[in-house]
């Protein structure tokens, strides 16, 4: 039986005026050779809402700074179970987008575990993710930025619910 630890989690879907959106590149150190892209964002502090923690890991990973105001409502949900580091997670995470004309990302402020497991960032458009055999987080990253960008050629996104559920158990997700 695995053992969760339970995890509350705000990400970010920043995205640029070429309807691009920022992944990092990473690895879980438990695991070297798992390797994956992933959206900025991470856990949240005790009782942090979502929007702050969002607004204070985009500010970390990226040098954007934004206040919770400017990131609005949650646009996607979802539920997780992944492997990180040697410890198992059950994680609600919560979605902002965030759009940009363009950014120069400062990963100046990465904690000791980013500095030690991100390789990267790459600008992704949702072709390119679809047409990649790169493994990404979410997995259904295509679908969200289909419904959330409002382009009507992807396949449409399933209810976050309905994602979570049938995702199943993650073989290891971002921090």
């Known amino acids: 039986m695995t053992v969760y630890t339970p995890r509350r989690a705000a990400r970010v879907l920043l995205v640029n005026a070429d309807d691009r959106v920022l ?29 702050a923690g969002a607004a204070r ?7 954007l700074r934004l206040t ?6 949650p646009v996607w949900q979802d539920e997780i179970e992944y492997p990180f580091d040697g410890v198992w997670y059950r994680q609600e995470q919560e979605f902002f987008l965030v759009r940009v004309p ?19 960032h790459r600008w992704w458009s949702a ?10 987080y979410p997995v259904d990253l295509v679908a969200i930025l289909s419904r ?3 382009t ?12 979570a559920s049938a995702a199943g158990p993650v073989d ?3 921090c």
Do not use: C, I, K
Not at 23 to 49: I, K, M, Q, V
Not at 57 to 63: C, I, P, R, V
Not at 127 to 136: I, R
């Open 23 to 51: 992944l990092f590149a990473g690895f879980d150190p438990a695991r070297p050779e798992h390797r994956y892209w992933f959206t900025p964002g991470g856990g949240l502090d005790s009782d942090e809402p979502p929007a």
């Open 68 to 73: 919770p105001a400017e990131l609005g409502e």
């Open 102 to 120: 363009s950014w120069e990302v400062d990963t100046a402020g990465f904690d000791d575990v980013e500095q030690a497991s991100v390789t990267g």
């Open 172 to 174: 290891g997700a971002p």
């Open 57 to 63: 890991e985009l500010a970390e990973e990226t040098g």
């Open 127 to 136: 072709a390119e993710l679809a047409a990649s055999d790169e493994l990404y």
């Open 148 to 150: 959330v960008l409002g």
């Open 152 to 163: 009507p050629d992807e396949p449409a996104s399933p209810t976050a619910e309905g994602a």
